[in-house]
């Protein structure tokens, strides 16, 4: 009976599914063979050859096909009686706005990556459709379940963001790989080939010439007639050898640490470069994307970890290709971890400079790994994942409240368990996506123009696509198509003001009100004036706060030589390294205060080994885990006394 009442809940369901990826392509087979029919799928992406591993529904021949379009096909194959509806778009655009949003019970993400999620979360709070989230790293993996009034929401707590390093460590003091990684990507490839007006903190002053530092000039500009061989070694000279020797300089830096060693390049490699299969003249196939270093040089294995005479031919040999055959893109690069030649240059300069501080080498398989944040993908963990997506997504069907679970997968068993599942929260009450708060922002407001306002807190913080900004019944700011010219032309010139000199002036104690119509969503803004802001700390020069109460950090050496590297959040994220923040774990040992609750966060790393791991959102103690839902669902729960009964929120019911 009780089964029966269920399928007959999934085969009325109507649900949508948001990405059809490594976890959508499970998620959209669970779904179909559990006696779901009615399916909606949107997924802007098509498919690539490196999704065929995991990404099961896919095939070599439909690479470049559409993923949606294709998964429903596939699916149809052994379910063909039901109605899969594919949407191969950008869940952000206007189609899918709140009443397309209503037309679902629940709505189930598959995305991999912060922005898109936070747009769902508002338009299913918008529309009142419970949400179920999921994100995997490797082994990590996590489900949430979103009901609005409830449970929390998937804003009601900040999201760590990815991990920094304090910039001396970087500049000056690397005691690890990443560091040297960190260094060649965000300062000297960025100099090299990135925009010129950029701030970059390499010291790029040469003492040839002048005493005055202001006057030295900047090693990094190319003399007129210059080789590129000979340009590649003068920086090479001067980043490997001259910038350590003045470090040196500094005997109070080296006090308790190593010194470490300045390196020239006529020093490793004498002889003027020379290839092991002749191809540096010509681009192959013509596309400067498939030029490498390592191609003209006959390496052929990137699991080699290269001495620091190879590191630095690939060093030169990369330089002169990128001036020999990409000078086009000069200027405008960004670091591409698929870039074949700036994963070359940055794992040998890196190496090079691991070399100097006396840090073990890595292989450029391993340099690629950590330079772009890569994760690799479980396809067992995300089929885990979307089973657990489906189990909630019927409890949320079924309107049974009180056994929601977020449920965490863990790479190392805690307890002999592999998931964790957990109770979830109640609202956070001062969380402004679902609970209206205002926020604050301290911000110069003789300083800052309107369009810092908008770029570092409206899109980058707040996450709108589309705002609207408004300072009492003055329309500061709008965009979207169907402006007139005019008004156009007035918010154009509003963005370039001051805050305090807008047509109506933001200062201290003002309230500015944005809106994103396209999200349904709201917030109101109380402006504080504050004169000086901390360069490294604050490096938006402003700084908004206000819907939860973010716990300090313990304080690290944040010295200008500290030992140990800290993190510019509040949060010391693990380093899960993903590229696409999809895992949402927070810190073991920090509390913190949703909706005023204490949530404690303790360690179970005790019973987890790696770090990444041991950092998960939930408490437990040593008692035995128990079997709690007395149907044959999977989920087990460690013992009541895990969250701590009486500080533990239970869901509204
Ligand atoms: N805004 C969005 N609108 C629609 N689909 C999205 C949006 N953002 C992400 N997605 C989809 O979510 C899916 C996430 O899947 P997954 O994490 O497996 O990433 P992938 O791009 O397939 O793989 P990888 O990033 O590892 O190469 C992708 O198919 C992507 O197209
Ligand atoms: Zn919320």
């Not at 948001?18 to 992406?45: N, P, R, W």
């Not at 003399?223 to 020797?245: P, T």
Request: glycine content about 6%; some cysteine.
């Amino acid at each position: 009976m009780e089964f029966e009442q269920q399928l007959e809940v999934i085969k009325s369901a109507k649900v949508l599914m948001v990405g059809a990826g490594g976890i959508g392509c499970e998620l959209l087979k669970t779904l179909a063979l559990s006696g779901f029919q009615d399916i909606h799928i949107i997924d802007m992406d098509t498919i690539e050859v490196s999704n065929l591993n995991r990404q099961f529904l896919f095939r070599q021949s439909h690479v470049g096909q559409s993923k949606a379009k294709v998964a429903r096909d596939a699916v149809l194959r052994f379910r063909p009686n039901i109605n899969i509806t594919p949407y191969h778009a950008n869940v952000k655009g206007p189609e899918f706005n709140i009443d397309f949003f209503k037309q679902f019970n629940v709505v189930l993400n598959g995305l991999d990556n912060l922005d898109a999620r936070r747009h769902v979360n508002r338009l299913c709070l918008a529309a009142g459709v419970p949400l179920v989230e999921s994100g995997t790293t490797g082994f990590l993996g996590q489900v949430t379940v979103h009901v609005k009034g409830k449970t929390e929401c998937y804003e009601c707590q900040p999201k760590p963001t990815p991990k920094s390093y304090p910039v001396c460590t970087i500049t000056s003091t690397p005691s690890k790989f990443v560091h040297c990684i960190v260094w060649a990507k965000d300062l000297l490839f960025a100099k090299l080939f990135g925009d010129k007006n950029q701030g970059n903190d390499l010291n790029t002053r040469s003492s040839d010439g002048a005493s005055s530092s202001d006057n030295a000039e900047d090693a990094f500009e190319r003399r007129a007639g210059e080789d590129s061989e000979h340009y590649g070694r003068r920086i090479y000279d001067h980043v490997f050898g001259y910038n350590i020797e003045m470090a040196l300089g500094n005997e109070e830096a080296w006090k308790n640490r190593d010194r470490p060693k300045p390196i020239y390049s006529g020093d490793v490699l004498p002889e003027k470069l020379s290839y092991q299969n002749g191809n540096v003249e010509d681009c192959p196939n013509g596309d400067p994307s498939s030029v490498s270093a390592m191609a003209s040089l006959g390496l052929k294995n990137p699991q080699d970890i290269w001495s620091l005479r190879e590191n630095t031919r690939v060093f030169l040999e990369a330089f002169k290709l990128f001036f020999g055959k990409r000078e086009k893109e000069i200027g405008n690069l960004i670091f591409d971890k698929d870039d074949q030649l700036a994963v070359e240059l940055v794992t040998a300069a890196a190496n090079i400079r691991a070399a100097s501080f006396g840090i073990p080498l890595h292989s450029l398989f391993e340099a690629k790994g950590i330079a772009g944040n890569i994760v690799h993908a479980v396809a067992t963990t995300n089929a885990i994942i979307a089973g657990l997506i489906v189990i909630e997504a019927i409890k949320v069907l079924r309107g049974e409240t009180n056994k929601y679970r977020m449920t965490y997968c863990l790479e190392h068993p805690a307890r002999k368990m592999l998931l964790m599942p957990v109770e979830p929260f109640e609202p956070n009450k001062s969380c402004y996506v679902c609970s209206e708060t205002p926020l604050s922002l301290e911000v110069n407001t003789r300083r800052s123009k309107l369009r810092d306002f908008v770029d570092k807190i409206v899109k980058s913080k707040l996450g709108m696509n589309l705002p609207i900004i408004m300072h009492g019944s003055t329309l500061l700011y709008e965009v979207g198509d169907d402006l007139e010219e005019d008004e156009v032309a007035n918010y154009t010139a509003n963005l370039e003001k001051v805050l305090a000199e807008l047509p109506s002036p933001v200062t201290s104690g003002s309230v500015l009100k944005v809106e994103d119509l396209q999200q349904e969503f709201t917030c109101n803004i109380n402006v504080k004036h504050r004169e000086n802001f901390d360069k490294e700390k604050e490096p938006d020069g402003m700084l908004l706060s206000g819907w939860t109460e973010i716990p300090t950090p313990e304080k690290e050496n944040d010295s200008s030589l500290g030992k140990e590297e800290i993190v510019s959040t509040p949060y010391q994220t693990a380093s899960l390294g993903t590229e696409n923040d999809d895992l949402e774990i927070i810190p073991a040992g920090v509390d913190i205060v949703p909706g005023g609750t204490k949530r404690k966060l303790s360690d179970i790393s005790n019973a987890t080994t790696s770090s990444s791991a041991g950092v998960l959102d939930v408490t437990v103690n040593s008692q035995k885990p128990e079997v709690i839902d007395d149907d044959n669902d999977v989920v087990v729960m460690i013992d009541g006394g895990n969250l701590n009964a009486n500080k533990k929120k239970k869901m509204l019911e």
